[in-house]
């Protein structure tokens, strides 16, 4: 039974007491048939909610056989739901694959180039379209969005691009990664915690979920977690299977396993709640792993986090919608940018919803059923690096600037190892030609020919860390010997020390 029926259901039946018994039949009667149809509205409406980890490669998940690390509760999501085989990240960084998903388009379309760079406010974002539509809307967890580099900290009420500025009604968020007992930001007060990090945003989701489930309103909750991003420092007995790794490989795997937990808890949360047929809930995970790690973290695909190759792209995905999905595997290629849209598509939004031209599609069909190929190819920039995916086919370049472009079967060789352009020359004009047409379209998008005002207004805030910026200095005093920020803070006063030294030095053997 759904909430919309359950809450109709209590406030009814209040109004019926001390009427006749004949009464009350006739109006239990009336409710039998109303309920049903109130069950096919809000199945209309899902619940929805998108969990992202930060920094986790396509093969540390139990399902994908990792040597050491068990996901016991994501290989349960992935075993009742829609994997993903051919997930990919909006980008092989994490800022721009976090735009990706609010916006359903290319992150350099939206100004977000790389790591703490600032979406544009002028972008629409998936939280405003369901906000519009009658959700409430959540975010827990790193932000990243706001164009501040540095570790996590509190996203600050006055911020101009806080998750508040994109569509969020609640937040309880940091300006990128986060650790154990962190500092966190319930719009706009700080607040300390203390435990995991994951745990500590699935419990701020739940404690939203628990809040409006009785409302009738639909539901939409960002989590975004910080892990298992470095520094790496995990919980004591969530590493103690880790104890033959390295001190940073047992921390991360041990954050990976208090972050199953935390999907755990929340997959269950949604079953108390009565909510978990009826949501749509996705997970993934914002780029490749890290090489630094080990073992191995993304499966044996080459590349890592900031390639376009498989390992810095291709990610852990999974769908899971009980009501409407069928469990299965899937290797049709899907990526981040494609849940704005899908979720669109299921809801039966305008057009106007999106800022155009968006790069990803729907996949409300897959679900259903496998669909064939792709409609469009999934499209990728970096820096200077470009990839397109085109089905089977990959094409990518390492360096735009050069006319050097390399060509994959990815069905027959998901390790990129065997170059075709030669003896693929129709596929590798084809598809040459389409990315850099593709190419040639982001940098008029970048350059704000999308909006209505035909330029970007207001315009791109300088990428600074937050520990520079004067609305930070009122904290400082007070931070600066916090654990996870006194590395980064310690290193930048030694830099500033230093050019302050050169500029000293230059001035003196001007005179």
């Known amino acids: 039974m759904t909430n919309v029926a359950t809450s109709g259901y209590r406030k009814r039946s209040m109004v019926v007491l001390g009427l006749s018994e004949y009464c009350v039949g006739a109006m239990i009667a009336w409710l039998l048939v109303l309920m049903p149809a109130a069950s096919s509205v809000a199945a209309d409406r899902p619940n929805i909610v998108f969990v992202m980890a930060d920094d986790m490669g396509w093969g540390e998940t139990g399902y994908r056989n990792h040597p050491v690390l068990k996901t016991p509760n994501l290989d349960a999501m992935a075993a009742s739901g829609l994997r993903f085989e051919r997930f990919y990240a909006g980008g092989p960084v994490c800022s721009p694959t976090r735009a990706s998903v609010l916006t359903g388009r290319s992150p350099d379309r939206a100004g977000v180039l790389t790591h703490g760079y600032a979406l544009r406010l002028q972008e629409k974002t998936i939280a405003q379209a369901l906000k519009a539509a009658g959700y409430v809307t959540g975010h827990f967890g790193k932000w990243h969005l706001d164009g501040f580099k540095g570790p996590g900290a509190p996203v600050l009420g006055d911020d101009p ?3 508040g500025a994109f569509g969020f009604d609640e937040w309880v968020s940091v300006t990128n990664f986060f650790d154990v007992d962190p500092l966190m930001s319930r719009a706009g007060k700080i607040e300390e915690f203390k435990g995991d990090s994951s745990e500590i945003a ?3 989701a739940v404690k939203f ?4 489930r009785g409302t009738g309103k639909p539901m939409f909750a960002l989590v975004w977690f910080g892990t298992p991003h470095s520094p790496f420092k ?3 007995d969530d590493r103690r299977t880790f104890v033959e790794l390295s001190g940073p490989s047992a921390n991360h795997y041990g954050e990976l396993v208090a972050m199953d937990r935390a999907v755990g808890t929340l997959r269950s949360k949604l079953r108390e709640f009565q909510l978990a047929d009826n949501t749509l809930l996705v997970f993934c995970s914002d780029n490749g792993g890290l090489p630094e790690i080990k073992p191995d973290t993304v499966g044996g695909l080459r590349g890592n986090k900031g390639s376009v190759y498989e390992g810095g792209l291709r990610v852990p995905g999974i769908i899971e919608w009980p009501a409407v999905i069928k469990p299965r595997i899937t290797d049709y290629p899907a990526c981040t940018m494609d849940l704005f849209p899908t979720v669109a598509d ?9 800022v155009k031209p968006l790069d990803g599609i729907s996949l409300k069909s897959l679900f259903a059923g496998e669909v064939g190929e792709r409609s469009r190819p999934v499209p990728f920039r970096f820096q200077q690096k470009l990839a397109l995916i085109d089905n089977r086919y990959k094409l990518l370049s390492n360096d735009r600037r050069k006319d050097d472009f390399e060509l994959y079967d990815l069905m027959g060789d998901p390790h990129e190892e065997r170059e075709l352009s030669g003896a693929q020359p129709e596929v590798f004009a084809r598809m040459k030609r389409d990315l850099l047409a593709w190419n040639s379209a ?7 020919r999308d909006y209505a005002e035909g330029k970007v207004s207001p315009p791109d805030p300088e990428s600074i860390f937050w520990y520079d910026a004067p609305q930070y200095a009122p904290y400082l005093a007070v931070w600066k010997d916090r654990w996870e920020f006194k590395s980064y803070i310690d290193q930048q006063s030694r830099q500033d020390a230093q050019r302050k030294q050169k500029r000293k030095a230059g001035k003196q053997s001007a005179k």
């Open 202 to 204: 699935v419990a701020e």
């Open 209 to 212: 979920l628990d809040k409006h």
């Open 161 to 163: 691009r806080s998750p």
């Open 234 to 236: 995990s919980l004591v």
């Open 442 to 448: 982001v940098d008029t998008s970048f350059r704000g």
């Open 346 to 354: 299921i809801l039966g939004m305008n057009d106007d919803v999106f």
